[in-house]
């Protein structure tokens, strides 16, 4: 079951690098299963990261087409998935016609972060009486 999950995840990274070729990079980013947990990852080097609780699968992808999906699993060979992408939902599709959708995670930029406002300098202290004779000495 791991392992169709995993595939699933990584027919869906692969969708929407189907997508890229009409739309950019519509693909990349991080997309979590609609009726789920799991999310799945694109980045722009061809890697595809599925994610499922505390379990983390790192591996690659490549597209046979704009609509074809190749999720490269090592031993396990690969996984072929069919990929539509419309507005904000993937949906990755098995040979046997089982479907997964996604729907992309919306992250902040770094800049739209909230951030803590810069400290304000603190004040000198004046030096004591005794201190500022001490250093009229010297």
């Given at each position: 079951m791991?392992?169709?999950?995993?595939?699933?995840?990584?027919?869906?990274?692969?969708?929407?690098?189907?997508?890229?070729?009409?739309?950019?990079?519509?693909?990349?980013?991080?997309?979590?299963k609609?009726d789920?947990?799991e999310?799945?990852?694109?980045?722009?080097?061809g890697t595809?990261?599925?994610?499922?609780g505390?379990?983390?699968?790192?591996?690659?992808?490549r597209?046979?087409?704009?609509?074809?999906?190749?999720?490269l699993?090592?031993?396990?060979?690969s996984?072929?998935?069919q990929?539509?992408?419309?507005k904000?939902?993937?949906?990755?599709?098995?040979?046997?016609?089982?479907?997964?959708?996604?729907?992309?995670?919306?992250?902040?930029?770094a800049?739209?972060?909230?951030?803590?406002?810069?400290?304000?300098?603190?004040?000198?202290?004046?030096?004591?009486p005794?201190?500022?004779?001490?250093?009229?000495?010297?």
């Amino acid at each position: 079951m791991k392992a169709f999950r995993l595939a699933c995840a990584v027919a869906f990274v692969l969708a929407l690098v189907s997508c890229s070729f009409q739309t950019g990079w519509i693909m990349l980013g991080k997309w979590q299963k609609v009726d789920g947990k799991e999310t799945v990852e694109f980045t722009r080097d061809g890697t595809v990261i599925l994610a499922s609780g505390p379990t983390q699968i790192k591996t690659n992808f490549r597209m046979k087409d704009p609509k074809t999906l190749d999720i490269l699993l090592a031993s396990l060979g690969s996984v072929t998935l069919q990929v539509a992408v419309d507005k904000d939902i993937l949906t990755l599709t098995d040979a046997k016609g089982h479907a997964l959708k996604y729907k992309k995670v919306v992250e902040p930029p770094a800049a739209q972060k909230k951030a803590e406002p810069p400290k304000k300098p603190e004040p000198e202290k004046k030096a004591e009486p005794a201190k500022k004779q001490e250093m009229a000495k010297k």
